[in-house]
């Protein structure tokens, strides 16, 4: 009862309700929380974002705010906590329920803000009772609507997002003292209806927030604020399973080891990473099967492939599978990479969401329902396999960091990886490189990433493999630049008469800064 309190009313009033349920100890207790910590009590990360939501509501001007990012990423709880579920009006949309049904909820919804009855016939009705209600309240700051999962409630013919513009365009524009905050899993709809709007809404968005998964800092952050002690070698490998979305982490029970709680959830029957595959895809993206062919085909290519090689794999070219692709890439699920030296077609796109990974590597081959799979075999060869190509995943994910370890954050630098097939008429190998940095000061990195249990020793073999490759690069890209070899390991390169090829090095540690 006492956090609930927390979450929806201020801070004196906080106070004086625990001082009748829990008295003076609990009331010390909490004033030193509050003061201490404040905000940051319930959010880890989003600086940048409670930073525009705070200047959006300090604005002269009306605010029309969009928040969205994938499913589970935590927009509803940065909006909640962010103001403290103090809004002057609220609503959820509810996914494939008739345009009738909607209204009706959405105006049960202002009847207990505002003790109207209404009878809505379509959205023009709706969004003039709120226009309505609205102006009867007291003219001292901003009016907070929060309307969440906003493309659930344009059904087919509904004319909502024309009458949202009537709303907006119309009359809470000129006011002033309007802030809009819209959210939605939906990405793609976000994009096409609201910040690609061509029409009434073309230029009024005046913020736009994108929430991305958390990086391995703010997931440390956020397992501890959840009483979750593991090592970052541990933590490392949370992340290649849950991927930095907030909602898998608070599934974790903090009294079960890692492992205990990846068969719990992704191997018993009703586990909730189990059966949360055929939601996730269907919750975000209309035609959803033909979405799923296409991360299907990318799961098994770790190195990616090119829109011409995608569509020779699944039943979509064209315009089609370059929407499915933007969208995927919008929702943070794939990642386009440019291959060095290489036209804009041969970009390689990347799944890089590590759920969906994991999934089809092993959840959905799981036929025998194994509850404790992943206890007897997360030390195998096949698992520690997944985590070596694993790891490269969260790299390129991280390559800011990446950057910054290597001091390279006052450089203008590009980063692209590179492959090389074998050529038998001129007898040359073929070759690949995890991640290419280059800087505008003439030296590119060229980064071999290596995922161990302990110090990553190069051999002999290994070293003059390096240095092959090197010249091949050298040959084929014509390259006159300086080239040098980066190692990004979890623990780093052990001493040894063959490290001297190594130039810089990143390690797990530095991967985990902010």
Request: glycine fraction near 6%; proline fraction near 2%; include cysteine.
């Amino acid at each position: 009862m006492k956090s609930d309190f927390i979450n929806i009313i201020d801070k004196d009033k906080v106070i004086f309700q625990v001082v009748l349920l829990g008295g003076l100890s609990v009331l010390s207790y909490l004033c030193t929380k509050i003061d201490s910590m404040g905000q940051s009590q319930f959010l880890i990360g989003r600086e940048a974002e409670r930073r525009e939501l705070e200047q959006s509501v300090a604005s002269s001007r009306s605010e029309l705010v969009i928040v969205y990012g994938r499913r589970r990423i935590g927009k509803t709880y940065l909006i909640e906590q962010h103001f403290k579920h103090t809004f002057d009006f609220w609503y959820v949309g509810v996914r494939n329920i008739p345009t009738r049904t909607q209204l009706k909820r959405f105006g049960r919804q202002l009847t207990k803000y505002s003790g109207a009855a209404y009878k809505l016939n379509d959205w023009f009705d709706a969004f003039d009772a709120l226009e309505e209600y609205l102006e009867t309240l007291p003219a001292d700051g901003k009016k907070i609507v929060f309307i969440d999962e906003m493309p659930w409630m344009d059904s087919s013919r509904s004319n909502f997002v024309v009458a949202l513009e009537s709303f907006w365009n119309g009359w809470a524009m000129s006011r002033g003292d309007i802030m809009l905050i819209a959210t939605g899993s939906a990405t793609s709809w976000m994009r096409d209806k609201l910040l690609g709007n061509t029409g009434g809404l073309h230029s009024r968005i005046t913020r736009q927030l994108h929430l991305q998964p958390f990086t391995l800092s703010e997931t440390e952050r956020y397992l501890q604020s959840l009483g979750i002690v593991w090592d970052r070698y541990q933590i490392l490998q949370s992340y290649m399973v849950m991927g930095g979305v907030p909602f898998y982490y608070s599934l974790l029970e903090p009294e079960l080891s890692l492992v205990q709680n990846i068969d719990r959830l992704c191997f018993k029957m009703d586990g909730k990473l189990r059966i949360e595959f055929d939601e996730l895809y269907n919750a975000l993206f209309q035609h959803a099967d033909t979405y799923i062919e296409v991360v299907r085909a990318l799961s098994q290519h770790k190195n990616g492939l090119t829109n011409n090689e995608i569509s020779k794999k699944v039943k979509c070219n064209g315009s089609m599978l370059s929407k499915i692709l933007k969208n995927l890439e919008r929702c943070d699920f794939i990642e386009r990479w440019s291959q060095y030296g290489n036209k804009k077609r041969e970009e390689v796109f990347r799944l890089t969401d590590f759920y969906t990974l994991f999934y089809y590597k092993f959840i959905e081959p799981d036929n025998r329902h194994e509850e404790h799979w992943w206890s007897k075999n997360f030390d195998s060869p096949s698992v520690l396999s997944w985590m070596g190509t694993s790891f490269e995943t969260v790299c390129l994910r991280h390559h800011r960091q990446i950057k910054q370890a290597l001091g390279l954050t006052a450089i203008s630098t590009e980063t692209s990886n590179w492959h090389i097939k074998p050529n038998e008429q001129e007898q040359t190998p073929g070759a690949q490189i995890d991640m290419i940095i280059e800087r505008a000061d003439r030296i590119i990195h060229l980064c071999e990433i290596k995922f161990s249990v302990g110090e990553y020793i190069i051999s002999h073999e290994y070293e003059k493999k390096l240095r092959q490759r090197m010249s091949l690069f050298q040959y084929h890209t014509k390259n006159k630049k300086s080239l040098v070899h980066t190692f990004i390991t979890t623990y780093g390169v052990a001493n040894g008469k063959n490290k001297s090829i190594v130039h810089s090095e990143v390690t797990m540690d530095d991967l985990f800064n902010s």
